[in-house]
Protein backbone atom coordinates (compact mmCIF):
# COMPACT_ATOMS: atom_id res chain seq x y z
CA UNK A 1 0.00 0.00 0.00
CA UNK A 2 1.22 3.42 -1.08
CA UNK A 3 2.59 5.71 1.95
CA UNK A 4 3.21 9.31 1.89
CA UNK A 5 5.06 11.93 3.91
CA UNK A 6 5.24 15.42 3.57
CA UNK A 7 8.36 17.26 4.43
CA UNK A 8 9.36 21.10 4.43
CA UNK A 9 9.85 24.28 6.33
CA UNK A 10 7.07 25.09 8.70
CA UNK A 11 7.11 28.75 8.67
CA UNK A 12 7.97 30.84 5.43
CA UNK A 13 8.75 34.44 5.43
CA UNK A 14 5.85 36.34 2.95
CA UNK A 15 6.91 37.05 -0.57
CA UNK A 16 9.03 33.92 -0.34
CA UNK A 17 8.86 30.73 -1.72
CA UNK A 18 7.15 27.71 -0.13
CA UNK A 19 8.73 23.95 -0.93
CA UNK A 20 7.65 21.15 -0.01
CA UNK A 21 8.42 17.48 -0.76
CA UNK A 22 6.16 13.91 -0.61
CA UNK A 23 8.06 11.01 -0.32
CA UNK A 24 6.62 7.88 -1.41
CA UNK A 25 7.20 4.18 0.24
CA UNK A 26 5.63 1.09 -0.81
CA UNK A 27 5.55 1.33 -4.17
CA UNK A 28 7.69 3.30 -7.32
CA UNK A 29 6.37 6.69 -8.42
CA UNK A 30 7.62 6.01 -12.19
CA UNK A 31 5.69 2.19 -12.27
CA UNK A 32 2.41 3.30 -10.94
CA UNK A 33 -0.36 4.88 -13.40
CA UNK A 34 -1.43 7.53 -10.50
CA UNK A 35 -0.97 11.09 -10.62
CA UNK A 36 0.54 13.02 -7.90
CA UNK A 37 -1.30 16.09 -6.58
CA UNK A 38 -1.08 18.68 -3.66
CA UNK A 39 -3.76 19.58 -1.77
CA UNK A 40 -4.52 22.52 0.81
CA UNK A 41 -6.84 23.27 3.14
CA UNK A 42 -6.60 26.58 5.58
CA UNK A 43 -7.05 26.89 8.94
CA UNK A 44 -11.14 25.98 9.63
CA UNK A 45 -11.58 26.03 6.25
CA UNK A 46 -12.23 23.61 3.17
CA UNK A 47 -10.08 21.78 0.95
CA UNK A 48 -8.49 23.42 -2.25
CA UNK A 49 -6.53 21.25 -4.98
CA UNK A 50 -3.21 22.89 -5.64
CA UNK A 51 -2.13 20.32 -9.06
CA UNK A 52 -1.34 17.38 -10.06
CA UNK A 53 1.43 15.73 -12.00
CA UNK A 54 0.84 12.64 -13.56
CA UNK A 55 2.65 9.58 -14.86
CA UNK A 56 3.02 11.28 -18.74
CA UNK A 57 4.26 14.22 -17.26
CA UNK A 58 1.40 16.13 -17.63
CA UNK A 59 1.36 18.95 -14.76
CA UNK A 60 -2.33 20.42 -14.12
CA UNK A 61 -2.94 23.46 -11.67
CA UNK A 62 -6.17 25.25 -10.07
CA UNK A 63 -6.38 28.23 -12.23
CA UNK A 64 -6.09 30.57 -9.30
CA UNK A 65 -2.62 29.42 -8.25
CA UNK A 66 -0.80 28.30 -11.79
CA UNK A 67 0.90 31.78 -12.15
CA UNK A 68 2.73 30.57 -8.53
CA UNK A 69 2.77 27.03 -8.60
CA UNK A 70 5.22 24.37 -9.46
CA UNK A 71 4.81 20.49 -9.13
CA UNK A 72 7.86 18.13 -10.09
CA UNK A 73 8.34 14.94 -10.10
CA UNK A 74 11.98 13.00 -9.31
CA UNK A 75 11.96 9.42 -9.72
CA UNK A 76 15.18 9.12 -8.85
CA UNK A 77 13.96 9.99 -5.15
CA UNK A 78 10.89 8.50 -5.41
CA UNK A 79 9.57 11.82 -4.61
CA UNK A 80 7.41 14.73 -5.93
CA UNK A 81 7.40 18.26 -4.88
CA UNK A 82 5.46 21.54 -4.54
CA UNK A 83 6.70 25.14 -5.03
CA UNK A 84 4.39 28.04 -4.46
CA UNK A 85 6.51 31.92 -4.83
CA UNK A 86 5.49 34.75 -3.85
CA UNK A 87 3.38 33.75 -0.40
CA UNK A 88 0.98 35.60 1.15
CA UNK A 89 -0.87 35.16 4.69
CA UNK A 90 -3.49 33.65 2.44
CA UNK A 91 -1.22 30.52 1.81
CA UNK A 92 -1.13 29.85 5.46
CA UNK A 93 -2.60 26.23 5.42
CA UNK A 94 -2.15 22.54 5.71
CA UNK A 95 -0.51 21.12 2.81
CA UNK A 96 -1.50 17.61 1.97
CA UNK A 97 0.13 15.96 -0.90
CA UNK A 98 -2.11 12.70 -2.38
CA UNK A 99 -2.18 9.80 -4.96
CA UNK A 100 -4.73 10.49 -7.70
CA UNK A 101 -6.76 8.71 -10.07
CA UNK A 102 -8.95 11.13 -12.36
CA UNK A 103 -9.93 13.28 -9.85
CA UNK A 104 -9.99 10.67 -6.93
CA UNK A 105 -7.59 11.37 -4.00
CA UNK A 106 -6.92 7.80 -2.62
CA UNK A 107 -3.43 8.03 -0.24
CA UNK A 108 -2.99 10.62 1.50
CA UNK A 109 0.28 12.50 3.05
CA UNK A 110 -0.51 13.35 7.25
CA UNK A 111 -0.15 16.73 5.93
CA UNK A 112 2.19 19.69 7.12
CA UNK A 113 1.53 22.84 8.58
CA UNK A 114 3.43 25.92 7.12
CA UNK A 115 2.37 29.31 8.27
CA UNK A 116 3.49 32.55 6.35
CA UNK A 117 4.88 34.83 8.92
CA UNK A 118 7.65 37.06 9.33
CA UNK B 1 -15.58 30.98 -1.42
CA UNK B 2 -15.84 27.38 -2.60
CA UNK B 3 -17.10 26.22 -6.43
CA UNK B 4 -19.24 23.98 -5.16
CA UNK B 5 -21.88 24.72 -2.35
CA UNK B 6 -22.55 22.76 0.69
CA UNK B 7 -24.24 23.19 4.06
CA UNK B 8 -21.79 24.30 6.64
CA UNK B 9 -23.39 21.94 9.10
CA UNK B 10 -25.68 18.87 9.30
CA UNK B 11 -26.80 16.96 12.63
CA UNK B 12 -28.73 13.60 13.31
CA UNK B 13 -29.70 11.10 16.45
CA UNK B 14 -27.67 7.32 16.25
CA UNK B 15 -29.63 5.78 14.16
CA UNK B 16 -31.37 8.24 11.77
CA UNK B 17 -30.67 9.06 7.82
CA UNK B 18 -28.90 11.64 7.06
CA UNK B 19 -28.28 13.64 3.38
CA UNK B 20 -25.60 15.73 2.80
CA UNK B 21 -25.84 17.70 -0.27
CA UNK B 22 -23.26 19.07 -2.55
CA UNK B 23 -24.36 21.77 -5.64
CA UNK B 24 -22.48 22.62 -8.61
CA UNK B 25 -23.28 23.61 -12.02
CA UNK B 26 -22.94 22.65 -15.74
CA UNK B 27 -19.22 22.62 -15.96
CA UNK B 28 -18.20 21.09 -12.49
CA UNK B 29 -20.91 18.33 -11.17
CA UNK B 30 -23.48 18.01 -14.44
CA UNK B 31 -20.52 16.41 -16.70
CA UNK B 32 -18.66 15.05 -14.06
CA UNK B 33 -18.54 12.21 -11.34
CA UNK B 34 -18.68 13.13 -7.99
CA UNK B 35 -16.26 12.20 -4.83
CA UNK B 36 -16.98 12.24 -1.34
CA UNK B 37 -14.09 12.44 1.70
CA UNK B 38 -14.52 12.04 5.53
CA UNK B 39 -12.33 14.10 7.72
CA UNK B 40 -11.79 13.55 11.29
CA UNK B 41 -10.45 16.32 13.04
CA UNK B 42 -6.81 16.89 13.13
CA UNK B 43 -6.35 13.88 10.54
CA UNK B 44 -6.25 13.59 6.83
CA UNK B 45 -9.32 13.20 4.44
CA UNK B 46 -10.14 9.61 3.52
CA UNK B 47 -11.85 9.07 -0.15
CA UNK B 48 -15.58 7.38 1.00
CA UNK B 49 -17.02 7.53 -2.28
CA UNK B 50 -15.89 7.72 -5.74
CA UNK B 51 -17.49 8.36 -9.04
CA UNK B 52 -20.67 9.32 -7.91
CA UNK B 53 -22.02 6.43 -5.68
CA UNK B 54 -18.85 3.67 -5.11
CA UNK B 55 -17.71 2.96 -2.04
CA UNK B 56 -13.79 3.02 -0.97
CA UNK B 57 -12.92 -0.14 -0.24
CA UNK B 58 -13.92 -0.93 3.75
CA UNK B 59 -16.67 2.09 3.69
CA UNK B 60 -19.62 0.21 5.66
CA UNK B 61 -22.67 0.05 3.42
CA UNK B 62 -24.97 2.63 5.40
CA UNK B 63 -22.65 5.28 3.56
CA UNK B 64 -24.28 6.15 -0.26
CA UNK B 65 -24.16 8.77 -2.55
CA UNK B 66 -25.96 9.78 -5.76
CA UNK B 67 -26.18 12.59 -8.41
CA UNK B 68 -28.54 14.43 -10.33
CA UNK B 69 -28.12 17.02 -12.76
CA UNK B 70 -25.91 19.70 -11.07
CA UNK B 71 -26.59 18.33 -7.40
CA UNK B 72 -24.84 15.27 -5.53
CA UNK B 73 -25.39 13.90 -1.93
CA UNK B 74 -23.72 12.11 0.52
CA UNK B 75 -26.43 9.88 2.82
CA UNK B 76 -25.94 7.90 5.87
CA UNK B 77 -28.66 5.05 7.10
CA UNK B 78 -28.52 4.25 10.38
CA UNK B 79 -26.40 7.07 12.03
CA UNK B 80 -23.89 6.20 14.00
CA UNK B 81 -21.44 8.06 16.63
CA UNK B 82 -18.03 7.46 14.93
CA UNK B 83 -19.57 9.17 11.54
CA UNK B 84 -19.18 12.86 13.43
CA UNK B 85 -16.52 14.56 10.87
CA UNK B 86 -16.46 16.91 8.19
CA UNK B 87 -17.20 15.73 5.06
CA UNK B 88 -15.96 17.12 1.77
CA UNK B 89 -17.35 16.79 -1.58
CA UNK B 90 -15.22 17.19 -5.14
CA UNK B 91 -15.07 16.93 -8.89
CA UNK B 92 -13.27 18.14 -12.28
CA UNK B 93 -14.45 21.52 -13.42
CA UNK B 94 -14.47 21.83 -16.86
CA UNK B 95 -14.67 25.84 -17.15
CA UNK B 96 -11.39 27.76 -17.53
CA UNK B 97 -9.21 24.25 -18.00
CA UNK B 98 -9.94 21.19 -16.11
CA UNK B 99 -9.42 21.24 -12.40
CA UNK B 100 -10.08 19.64 -9.11
CA UNK B 101 -12.93 21.67 -7.09
CA UNK B 102 -14.12 20.91 -3.63
CA UNK B 103 -16.84 21.97 -1.89
CA UNK B 104 -16.48 23.99 1.36
CA UNK B 105 -17.25 20.69 3.90
CA UNK B 106 -20.38 20.14 6.00
CA UNK B 107 -19.58 19.66 9.92
CA UNK B 108 -22.08 16.45 10.70
CA UNK B 109 -22.93 16.20 14.09
CA UNK B 110 -24.51 13.22 15.97
CA UNK B 111 -26.83 14.36 18.49
Known amino acids: QLQLQESGPGLVKPSETLSLTCSLSGGSISTTRHSWGWIRQPPGKGLEWIGTSDYTGTISYTPSLKSRVTISVDTSKNQFSLRLSSVTAADTAVYYC??????????WGQGTLVTVSS | QSVLTQPPSASGTPGQRVTISCSGSSSNIGSNTVNWYQQFPGTAPKLLIYSNNQRASGVPERFSGSKSGTSASLTISGLQSEDEADYHC????????????FGGGTKLTVL
Open chain 2, 90 to 101: ATWDDSLSTYVV
Open chain 1, 98 to 107: ATMVGSEAWS
